[in-house]
């Protein structure tokens, strides 16, 4: 709680050297907070997770290092969620306090979409964050269970780091040739495709879908990451994970 009370003080400083609003101010203190040079808080997602279209438009997510998609990020379980000090300290509130904030609020009769644009739009919480406490806030009112959308449908995600570049890995997944060589049967049919970032597309006919992304880790390493959506139930999502 010191910390977060020292936020707030850098917050009021701000606001008197620059006339901006509590909010204005609290996001653009958030925003350099964020920089790649702050290395004491939990590091955002850089791969695909669960997306949140089912639910109505989606929030995108900002990160320094994220792979741009209007996607839903999936914490965990409480235990696996950012501690009360993470969240705290990026967002003015713990877990408690964001969990009170939203029943006064009445978010648990609200779609995904629309809680996450709340928190942003009105507390200025950034996107990363603002899908952080929505789904954990979800989870608390048992509104879903682990990795369940709010529309029923499951998802799992993994991710892998390659020692090759970016633009290779993309290839391996994109080019229908040479996805042929590790990929048998003609399981994905590729609907989009943004070089060398992401590609989405159906699974086995449309039964499920999946969304890919990719992040350079140097001129010679990339990480793809993988969320495999629409999943009919969890024994669907465990043998996808598998």
Do not use: C
């Amino acid at each position: 709680m010191t910390k977060q009370k020292t936020f707030k003080r850098r917050i009021r400083t701000r606001m008197e050297k620059t006339s901006e609003s509590y909010s204005a101010a609290r996001r653009q203190l958030l925003a350099k907070s964020d920089s790649p040079a702050d290395t004491t808080q939990p590091a955002e997602p850089t791969v695909p997770q669960p997306d949140a279209s089912a639910a109505g438009p989606d929030v995108s997510i900002a990160g320094p290092t994220s792979t741009e998609s209007t996607i839903e990020a999936d914490t965990g379980d409480s235990a696996d969620r950012p501690s009360d000090q993470a969240i705290a300290e990026k967002t003015g509130r713990d877990w408690d306090g964001w969990f009170a904030l939203l029943d006064e609020w009445g978010a648990a009769k609200q779609a995904h979409a629309e809680i996450a644009r709340w928190l942003t739009t009105d507390h200025g919480v950034p996107g990363w964050w603002a899908q952080s406490i929505t789904v954990a806030y979800e989870r608390a009112r048992g509104l879903r269970a682990p990795g369940q959308g709010r529309d029923g449908k499951y998802s799992v995600s993994a991710s892998k780091t390659v020692n090759v570049p970016v633009e290779r890995l993309f290839a391996a997944v994109a080019d229908p040739t040479i996805r042929g060589r590790w990929l048998t049967g003609d399981l994905l049919e590729v609907t989009t495709a943004s070089p060398p970032k992401s590609v989405r597309g159906r699974w086995d006919n449309g039964r499920s879908r999946v969304v890919i992304g990719f992040n350079p880790k140097g001129e010679a390493k990339s990480q793809i990451g993988l969320a495999h959506e629409q999943l009919a139930d969890p024994p669907a999502a465990k043998q996808a994970k598998e």
